[in-house]
């Protein structure tokens, strides 16, 4: 894109200096012009005191000094009859136009030449302040303001074991190379995006002291063929230059991606060939005494050209993995350390309810929380901040302006409230966190569980639960208002695809048996090769089973719904009001509903309404 732009602005000059020339050129001829019979009647009359000739044309001057031009068909001709009048003849060989044209093309040329040096030389220039070459690595040195050590990487233990080895080679490769051994070049980082691999490979550089080079994968693939592996070999060299070293290659299935793979970047295929075969050379080729480590990252090892994963290429691979709660409460108290907040906030309880976050996430989410609390003039950011910043990410921006009709609110709130008393009231399940019926983002309403540890296997009965919470939403409305709405299409959806996983991938169905009918990554609903591969049989016996399993959740959802109908209407009624239960509120409702019932037994009238509960609202 740059170079098509500096192209149009190259254009741009040619078309006005050129224009610019030229007007010049017709200005110098915008002399006052005589026919030749006219021109002749002059030179008669001894009015002509100069001439110059050009060519064919004529440029006099009168005994006034004022300029004339003509055109001569003969102007050899002429001559004696200058002669004869006592004219002065200043004559020119006809080049002029020759040079005008040459000037018309030169020029162009010239300045598309100056412009280009004076880019090319800015360019380097910034480059020698970075001390590298027409390339777009970013060099951070060693000792540099924004080191990044260990320190800074949290929550992956494992890794970071492993990589202090590489630090060690770094620091005294002697030590390892006078016993004979060979230090590793290249190693592979691969994971999800936002683990942590860039901070990881500077961490390593921050530790061991030596310089950086980054490069993204992306960048090697230009326009224009050639240029990716120049930019290779450039980087290599300089990098040997200043060994020991790291060279980072972010995103490197941008170059090394396999046929067909279609990497990130755009680009032709050869180009993306060479700037490859280009990488594979330079790491072949470095002997053993440079100690540059080729530190490269990916989140899609799967299409990486196997050529790069030969032994002392990128032979090492390294999965860097999203963190377990453990990790993301290390994480949050890394970034933790640059904010102010109140003192004993339970980082814990916040660690937990970010299942699945990366590292990536999590420090935005600190920082997230720093904005909020900073809008809203605190000094210290507090776990309401954590919270408000947590289902931001989560749910999208609180859609505060989005009306929703009384009717329809209590459809939700009775949505909401069906998914909430199944979470409280199935065993084998994660405790409920918080309901709320605040539209944001796409959802009207969300229900959420934390769960206390991070699983990793899931039992088929836990499996079944979530199928029946997921339920929930709808039998709550079928149960309360006997209606069905559009609000349960998301619950069906996932509902669906746990079932389908659990009778096509993980073998829980008795009839079906323990088969995984899913191959490779693809999830069976979008394997249609897997569809074609299984015979219609099978596919009408899973089908049955889907449904089958769904519909007995279903009817668990809708028979504990139907007991705990008080319950469930006296929920949804307080959630209108008060938008947001967590748990212990939840819980509280629960008591006092209770109470009712039975004093309504007991007495048989209705018993007094529970208070409405005031809560500490949540959000900001
Ligand atoms: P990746 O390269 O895997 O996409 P990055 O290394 O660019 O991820 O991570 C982005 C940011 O997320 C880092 O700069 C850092 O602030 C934060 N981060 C990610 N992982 C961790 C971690 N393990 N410990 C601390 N901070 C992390
Ligand atoms: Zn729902």
Known sequence: MGTFIRGLFVFFIIVIVGGVIALFWNLEHKLPSLSYNEFLVMLDSKEVVEVHVKGGSIILTDATGRKVTTFAPDVQALVPRFIEKNVVIYGEADKTPFIVNLAMVGI???????????????????????????????????????????RDVAGIPEVKEEL???????????????????????????????????????????????????????????????????????????????????????????????????????????????????????????????????LAATNRPDILDTALLRPRRFDRQITVLPPDVKGRLQIIEVHARRIRMVENLDLEHLARSTPGFT?????????????????????????????????????????????????????????????????????ETDPLHKITIIPRGRAMGHTQQMPLHDRQVYSKE????????????????????????????????????????MICKWGMDDVIGPLSLARGDQGFLSGGSMMAAMSEETARRIDGKIKSMIDSCYEKAKSILSREKDFLEHLAEILLKEEVLDREEMEIIFECTQKRMREKKATGEEGNACPAIVTENFEV
Request: hydrophobic share 45%; charged share 25%; aromatic share 8%.
């Open 359 to 427: 590292g990536a996430e999590l420090a935005s989410l600190v920082n997230e929380a720093a904005l909020i609390a900073g809008r809203a003039e605190k000094d210290a950011i507090d776990m309401s901040d954590f919270e408000a910043a947590k289902d931001r990410m989560l749910m999208g921006v609180e859609r505060k302006n989005f009306v929703i009709g009384e009717k329809d609110r209590r459809t939700l709130a009775i949505h909401e409230a069906g998914h909430a008393i199944l979470a409280r009231f199935l065993p």
């Open 462 to 501: 836990y499996l079944l639960n979530r199928i029946t919470i997921f339920m929930g939403g709808r039998a709550a409305e079928e149960v309360a208002l006997n209606q069905k709405t559009t609000g349960a299409e998301d619950d069906f959806q996932q509902a669906m695809e746990i079932a389908t996983n």
């Open 108 to 150: 162009p040329i010239l300045v598309v030449f100056i412009i280009w040096f004076f880019v090319a030389g800015r360019q380097s220039r910034k480059d020698e302040s970075s001390e590298f070459g027409k390339d777009k690595a970013i060099k951070f040195s060693s000792g540099s303001k924004g080191q990044v050590t260990f």
């Open 164 to 294: 202090l080895e590489i630090v060690d080679f770094l620091q005294r490769p002697k030590k390892y190379s006078k016993l004979g051994a060979i230090i590793p070049k290249g190693i592979l980082f691969q994971g999800p995006p936002g683990t942590g691999k860039t901070l990881l490979a500077r961490a390593i550089a921050g530790e061991a002291g030596v310089p950086f080079y980054s490069i993204s994968g992306s960048d090697f693939v230009e326009m224009f063929v050639g240029v990716g592996a120049s930019r290779v070999r450039d980087l290599f060299r300089e990098a040997k230059k200043h060994a020991p070293c790291i060279i980072f290659i972010d995103e490197i299935d941008a170059v090394g991606g396999h046929r067909g793979g279609g990497g990130a970047a755009g680009g032709g295929q050869d180009e993306r060939g060479q700037t490859l075969n280009a990488l594979l050379v330079e790491m072949d080729g470095f002997g053993t005494d440079e100690t540059v480590i080729v």
